[in-house]
């Protein structure tokens, strides 16, 4: 199971899905799109510093004060996330 942590100042995203063999797996292909999504729009759009750890099975995004723009970025990616997690209740959570 993937687990989403959405925190003031920070998201951490952890686990693997499980929903099908690696390379085959709508579940993880989606969060991660979404998350590799959000790190470049963050670093190309936005003006805000942000520091990642990206390793297998997990991902950390940490910011400080954010501009309007990374706040909105931040909130699709919520939105996305949450999509995924309500279609795959099994294969995703929301923590």
Do not use: N, W
Request: net charge negative; hydrophobic share 40%; glycine share 14%.
């Amino acid at each position: 199971m993937i687990e989403v942590g959405v925190r003031k100042g920070g998201i951490m995203i952890s686990g693997h899905a499980g929903y099908a063999p690696a390379g085959y797996d709508i579940v993880c292909a989606g969060v991660t799109a979404l998350t590799q999504g959000l790190v470049r729009s963050m670093e190309g759009l936005a003006d805000d510093r942000i520091e990642t750890d990206i390793e297998s099975g997990m991902t950390s995004i940490q910011y400080g004060d954010l501009s309007e723009k990374g706040k909105l970025l931040i909130d699709s990616f919520f939105i996305g996330i949450c999509m995924i997690a309500e279609e795959f209740p099994d294969y995703v959570r929301i923590t």
